[in-house]
């Protein structure tokens, strides 16, 4: 194995970790709980975390579990009964026709997709990641000794990608791309025709179509739709699923991915040698979750939805800085260039790490999601916590002023 030697430390270190950074958004959130330990009063936009409860019947079915002592390894790919429930769930709600055999249940939805990219991408192979990306999607891909190929999405047009944008960025070494709409952090969603044609592209040149389905339930501007839903390019997709989101689950590390036979056996054949199995009860708890009643998820996309409209006020109201009003998801990605150059500001990282430290205010520089022109927040808080930290940002900036 190659290794190299850091100037600052003995250890030895692969050339595989060297291709990675830490997650920038969980920098960030270690940041702020360390303000916080400090007694620190901090409005908190920077994780993306549902500020919900998980709902009671989720939770009361893992304590069930624990208390069956339903407590020991269970099948690499997930307990029959709840790989059986997500694929009719899928099937429900977005008209997929995945067998249980094709999914695989995980320990969150990052972990399907770091497995999903590592069964697909070769050293050399070009990945085409839309801009701006979710933070993951460039470390993993470059983890997998891949190449990604940046897609710049116009600000302008909402973010939003087009099949032609696809279609240009395409070479012969492309080998996938990866698609996550509703988007984080722009909030951008691709209609239902436009996905199509994009997945027809992907399906007719043999590229594989990851698609990060991990907001699928929050879509503000059209019924929620799947490309596991487009069952004619079934060969080529790679459906990765969440529960963080959907269900407020995202301590208990919940997701899934569905793909083709030959993708999904070697899905699980590395799973089988990293965590073996996702935990037992977080299992019966997720089983609860997709057979159960399915209001809350309606409750929440009905709470994001009047959040989102507040969220984009409040931040049309600071002078000069622009807001697309985000189609799906929980963050909202202002524009803060006007800002460049007072005050020594020459950075969304710096306005940022000013926020946090001035302002009290948590929020994520667009650095980390390939655009520096912008800041992420979650908008995925209490209303009050919403309109507090709206107005701290608000008093901020005019003092920049
Ligand atoms: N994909 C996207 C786009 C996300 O925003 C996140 C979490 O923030 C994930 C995947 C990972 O979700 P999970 O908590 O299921 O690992």
Redesign the pocket.
């Known amino acids: 194995m190659a290794t190299t030697v850091s100037p600052t430390s003995s250890a030895k270190i692969s050339d595989r970790l060297r291709r990675i950074e830490p997650s920038l958004t969980l920098t960030i959130v270690a940041e702020g709980a360390k303000l916080k330990a400090q007694g620190h009063d901090l409005v908190d936009f920077g994780a993306?975390e549902p500020h919900f409860s998980t709902p009671r019947h989720i939770k009361d079915a893992a304590i069930e579990a624990i208390n069956k002592d339903f407590t020991k390894y269970t099948n690499v790919a997930g307990i029959p009964p709840l790989r059986e429930a997500i694929v009719k769930r899928h099937a429900t709600d977005f008209g997929s026709d995945y067998t249980a055999g094709e999914c695989t249940v995980s320990t969150?939805?990052?972990?399907a997709?770091f497995e999903a990219i590592q069964v697909v991408v070769d050293h050399g192979d070009e990945v085409i990641v839309p801009v701006p990306y979710?933070v993951?999607f460039k470390d993993i891909v470059q983890y997998a000794a891949g190449t990604p190929v940046y897609v710049e999405c116009n600000e302008k047009s909402n973010f939003k990608l087009t099949p032609e944008m696809v279609e240009r960025a395409i070479t012969p070494r492309t080998r996938a791309m990866i698609i996550?709409t509703p988007n984080?952090p722009s909030g951008a969603v691709l209609a239902e025709d436009e996905f199509r044609q994009i997945a027809q592209i992907a399906f007719d040149r043999g590229i594989y179509l990851i698609c990060?389905e991990?907001?699928v339930y929050f879509n503000y501007a059209h019924a929620p739709f799947s490309a596991g839903g487009f069952t004619q390019f079934k060969d080529r997709t790679i459906v990765?699923g969440?529960?963080?989101?959907t269900y407020s689950m995202?301590g208990w590390?919940?997701?899934y991915s569905l793909a083709p036979q030959a993708v999904a056996t070697e899905i699980q054949k590395l799973q089988s040698q990293a965590t073996s199995s996702s935990a037992a009860m977080v299992q019966k708890a997720a089983l609860a979750a997709v057979t159960g009643p399915q209001d809350c998820v309606g409750e929440f996309k009905a709470e994001y939805m009047k959040l989102r409209e507040i969220a984009v006020k409040g931040l049309r109201e600071i002078p000069g800085i622009t807001c697309t009003k985000p189609d799906g998801a929980f963050y909202v990605y202002p524009n803060v260039t006007r800002y460049f150059g007072k005050a020594g500001i020459k950075s969304a990282a710096d306005i940022s790490k000013r926020l946090l430290h001035e302002a009290h205010v948590v929020t994520v520089p667009g650095e980390g999601f390939g655009t520096e022109e912008h800041i992420r927040l979650s908008y995925a808080v209490k209303e009050e916590d919403l309109r507090r930290g709206l107005q701290r940002m608000k008093d901020w900036f005019a003092q920049l002023a």
């Open positions: 993306g969150g939805g990052k972990l997709l979710w993951s996550n984080n990060d991990c907001y990765i969440s529960f963080s989101k995202t590390r919940m997701g």
